[in-house]
């Protein structure tokens, strides 16, 4: 049990639609990333917010987007979805980014487009 | 290009059987490295970790690792295993300011036969 909670945990939905996935973290973790993970493949990083901005991104489109809210929870909002964004959405949250903190990793969300 | 390569993807031992999983990593830059294990039905948690200091590093449940810096290694060890151990491991690198931007290696997935 780290803390981090994940909704939903299974998410149908079709090409075209747009989905938010939502996690909330450990009270006083201002830190949270976003990983998509395939079938397979180990989690590839989406973007990491910090304080409530974006603090970094990996190689995905804009379609895929962030909020973070002072409540320590978070979303992830992905729009125009393909059928290659099948995969489980993995959140991960810590508590600052002097360098050395343990990232505590949430259940996941499993989305499947159809 | 940063990268993660895992060399075995799919490992079977029989219970009381030495481990090693190789790791190596393509970055430029200082890194911060870590193993992290994922059991059946749970969430990802992570193994151990090195930041710097004495490359062989000890983590949870009688695991330990290795860095050599001149191969760009990260091998994961254990002298027996149990199994309890049955999991999927991954092998990540992070920059050294920030242990949220994670990159994964593709994962080993560990059956040990009682």
């Known amino acids: 049990e780290t803390g981090v909670t994940q909704s939903p945990t299974h998410l149908i939905k079709t090409r075209g639609q747009q989905v938010t996935l939502r996690c909330s973290s450990q009270?006083?973790?201002?830190?949270v990333s976003w990983y998509q993970q395939a079938l397979g493949q180990g989690p590839q990083f989406i973007f990491q917010?910090?304080?409530?901005?974006?603090?970094g991104r990996g190689n995905f489109p804009p379609r895929f987007s962030g909020l973070q809210f002072p409540n320590y929870s978070s979303e992830l909002n992905v729009n125009a979805l393909e059928l290659d964004d099948s995969a489980l959405y993995l959140c991960?949250?810590?508590?600052?980014?002097?360098?050395?903190?343990?990232?505590?990793f949430g259940p996941g969300t499993r989305l499947l487009v159809l | 290009a940063q990268s993660v390569s895992q060399h075995n993807h799919h490992v079977i031992l029989s219970e009381a059987a030495s481990l090693e999983l190789g790791c190596n990593y393509s970055?430029?830059?200082?890194?911060?490295l870590f193993w992290y294990v994922q059991y059946p039905g749970q969430h990802l948690q992570l193994l151990l970790k090195?930041?710097?200091?004495?490359?062989l590093v000890k983590g949870i449940k009688g695991f330990e690792a290795e860095f050599i810096k001149s191969k760009f290694s990260f091998n994961l060890r254990k002298p027996s295993v149990q199994w309890s151990d049955t999991a999927e491991y991954f092998c990540?690198?992070?920059?050294?300011?920030?242990?949220?931007?994670?990159?994964f290696g593709q994962g080993t997935t560990l059956q040990v036969k009682p």
């Open positions: 991960a949250s810590s508590s600052g980014l002097a360098g050395k903190e343990t990232q505590y």
């Open positions: 917010y910090y304080r409530e901005e974006e603090n």
């Open positions: 009270s006083g973790h201002n830190t």
């Open positions: 090195y930041f710097s200091g004495d490359p």
């Open positions: 990540a690198v992070s920059p050294s300011g920030n242990t949220g931007k994670l990159i």
């Open positions: 970055y430029g830059g200082t890194v911060n």
